[in-house]
């Protein structure tokens, strides 16, 4: 009876070592990346950095908070993005009370702030990072 258990307890384990390793087969070699993103020279929070790789695969991406830190994901659970040379571009996330902004300056009620623009090298693809095999520190300075 113990032989039956100690067999059976092995084609268990062989069988979870086999599912362990199904559906990551198709992620290609990925680089950690962190980094913070600064709008002249201060944190950027609550902004999207995307790295979109200039050969071929999908982007990473993450939020910044309000330190201006982030840390790139390539999938759910999967941190990274893919090693070589990436397009950067960084958007703001707008919440409702932003939206609620007038246009004119002159316009703002009291505690209420214009969302300073970004400049034209977040969004037009001319930040150019490469991520390599391993852990990254990628910081991205925006000036406009």
């Known amino acids: 009876m113990s032989c039956k258990l100690t067999f059976s307890a092995f084609l268990l384990c062989v069988a979870a070592a086999s599912v362990a390793g199904c559906g990551r087969s198709d992620i290609p070699e990925l680089g950690t990346v962190t980094g913070t993103v600064m709008l002249n020279n201060q944190p950027l929070a ?3 950095v995307s790295f979109t790789p200039q050969e071929s695969g999908r982007p ?3 939020q910044t908070d309000a330190t ?3 840390s790139l994901i390539y999938v759910a659970d999967v941190d990274g993005a893919i090693v070589g040379k990436h ?3 960084v958007r703001r996330v707008l919440t409702a009370a932003d939206d609620d902004l007038p246009d004119d300056p002159a316009d703002l009620e ?3 702030v214009m969302i300073e623009e970004l400049p034209a090298s977040a969004s ?3 930040i150019i990072k490469e991520v390599t095999a391993g852990s990254n520190s990628i910081d991205i300075a925006l000036a406009g």
């Open 46 to 48: 609550d902004a999207i």
């Open 60 to 62: 990473s991406s993450a």
């Open 68 to 70: 201006g830190r982030y």
């Open 87 to 89: 397009s950067v571009t």
């Open 110 to 112: 009291e505690g209420q």
């Open 124 to 126: 037009d693809g001319s």
